[in-house]
């Protein structure tokens, strides 16, 4: 019970991050089209980005934490948060959509 527990507070707070994320602008959804956990790095295929100013693409992108990428498959559907640190795109909030 306790493992569980702390896997839902975790994703709770990641879900809460991103909401904030969401009320500054700095908000997305996408999907995850791949996965490369080892190198703690997720390719999206995502809309807008208006913090970033930028369009829809697909793009790969490097996780803040990579235990962010534990829950995750390809396919899934995602929100996020994403900014620009040390000169890469980091994502820095992440959740399952519902």
């Known amino acids: ?7 839902s507070l975790v994703g709770l707070g990641a879900a809460l991050v991103v909401l ?9 959804s996408g ?10 790095r997720l390719t999206l295929k995502h809309g807008e ?13 490097r996780v803040k934490e990579p235990r962010l990428l534990d829950e995750l498959k390809v396919g899934d559907r995602v929100r996020f948060a994403a900014e620009r640190v040390d000169g890469q795109y980091t994502v820095t909030a992440l959740s399952k959509a519902p």
């Open 1 to 7: 019970m306790k493992r569980w527990m702390g896997r």
């Open 31 to 40: 999907e995850v089209t791949k996965l490369d956990k080892a190198a703690g």
């Open 49 to 61: 980005i208006k913090n970033l100013n930028m369009p829809p693409m697909t793009m790969t992108y």
């Open 20 to 28: 904030g994320a969401a009320a500054q602008g700095g908000s997305a």
